[in-house]
């Protein structure tokens, strides 16, 4: 199937297809005239290629894993162990970045609270720092 067929089947953009191709997620094969061919089994590849993605995974991480990974129906699998230690060290990451932006996310709260209610709040706030 080509490109287009292959984006309205899985609701994804011809330019994330190519892109996929260019990070070797996806590799299709070319006609004589150089459009790119894609088998019915790509439908199901974009769709894992999606989960993983939301899962945060980059795509280098993502084409190592592909051809090891097992749909159970309820969701993707490793089926090559090789796989888990990589995988906990995307978490790890993950956890480092969720654990820094709770911290920025707290700086931030502060400085709302801190934020006066109204305009008269301030101006009075603004006038005994002048005064001191």
């Known amino acids: 199937m080509r490109i287009g067929e292959l984006a309205r089947r899985t609701g ?3 330019r994330a297809l190519r892109y996929y191709g260019e990070q ?3 590799r299709p094969a070319r ?14 590849a ?3 290629v999606r989960s993983l993605l939301a899962a945060g995974l980059p795509s280098h991480l993502i084409a ?3 051809p090891c ?3 159970t129906g309820d969701g993707l699998m490793p089926g090559c162990r090789s796989m888990l230690a990589p995988l906990e060290s995307e978490r790890d990451r993950l956890t480092s970045a969720i654990e820094q932006l709770t911290t920025a996310r707290a ?6 609270d801190r934020t006066p209610e109204d305009d008269a709040e301030y101006d009075a706030w603004v006038a005994a720092r002048g005064a001191a």
């Open 12 to 14: 994804v953009t011809e």
């Open 24 to 26: 070797n997620l996806l």
């Open 31 to 44: 006609l004589p005239s150089g459009y790119r061919d894609y088998a019915p089994s790509d439908v199901e």
């Open 46 to 48: 974009v769709r894992h």
């Open 64 to 66: 190592d894993l592909l």
């Open 69 to 71: 990974m097992v749909d």
């Open 107 to 112: 700086q931030l709260v502060a400085l709302i």
